[in-house]
T-cell receptor
Framework: NAGVTQTPKFQVLKTGQSMTLQCAQDMNHNSMYWYRQDPGMGLRLIYYSASEGTTDKGEVPNGYNVSRLNKREFSLRLESAAPSQTSVYFC?????????????FGNGTRLTVT | AQKITQTQPGMFVQEKEAVTLDCTYDTSDPSYGLFWYKQPSSGEMIFLIYQGSYDQQNATEGRYSLNFQKARKSANLVISASQLGDSAMYFCAMREGRGFKTIFGAGTRPFVKA
């Protein structure tokens, strides 16, 4: 039971570098999400994909791009990293059509931008 | 706009006692779902309990119960018989209607002491 798998677990970037965070789920969920977690601010939604082929902005999309590669995979790209993007990033997925369907989270990626 | 407020940053709780974690929310959508998640120091996000806006009874899951007061727009989590392993960050979250976005509060961290 892998659930939601994120890679990498840790990453250090220099300002201006780019990288892609990978996420895959094996629960056949239609919806996938990227959140960032900063101290004292809870989790904030960056982008989400309601279904394969669609993506939409969340609360804090600036500086990020996403790709829903297929039903299983949803990647997050930082084109030019900034120190303000230092955070813990979580990928999540959920079923569609059930009101009580919770988010299923990956284990997070701790990103530091220097 | 939807909003979740958790105002207790941290608290000490005696082992075996009950603890209440406060959550207030704001939404104009009559249909919504409320979720609580636990984040231990290891960092993963664990779904605990769900309450729907139309549910007549308060949700319960083992030692977790949700004190849902719709008119006051509060959804407090009650943990009975606290254990040392309950020391963690707890997030209240809400998803409106058939929407896809789940928003989170800033979190509350109870410290259970022996």
């Amino acid at each position: 039971n892998a659930g939601v798998t994120q890679t990498p677990k840790f990453q250090v970037l220099k300002t201006g570098q780019s990288m892609t965070l990978q996420c895959a789920q094996d629960m056949n969920h239609n919806s996938m999400y990227w959140y960032r977690q900063d101290p004292g601010m809870g989790l904030r939604l960056i982008y989400y994909s309601a279904s394969e082929g669609t993506t939409d902005k969340g609360e804090v999309p600036n500086g990020y791009n996403v790709s829903r590669l297929n039903k299983r995979e949803f990647s997050l790209r930082l084109e030019s990293a900034a120190p303000s993007q230092t955070s813990v990033y979580f990928c999540a997925s959920s079923e569609v059509g059930r009101d009580n369907s919770p988010l299923h989270f990956g284990n997070g990626t701790r990103l530091t931008v220097t | 706009a939807q909003k979740i407020t958790q105002t207790q940053p941290g608290m000490f709780v005696q082992e075996k006692e009950a603890v209440t974690l406060d959550c207030t929310y704001d939404t104009s959508d009559p249909s919504y779902g409320l979720f609580w998640y636990k984040q231990p120091s290891s960092g993963e996000m664990i779904f605990l309990i769900y309450q729907g806006s139309y549910d007549q009874q308060n949700a319960t899951e083992g030692r977790y119960s949700l004190n849902f007061q719709k008119a006051r727009k509060s959804a407090n989590l009650v943990i009975s018989a606290s254990q040392l392993g309950d020391s963690a960050m707890y997030f209240c979250a809400m998803r409106e209607g058939r929407g896809f976005k789940t928003i989170f509060g800033a979190g509350t961290r109870p410290f259970v002491k022996a």
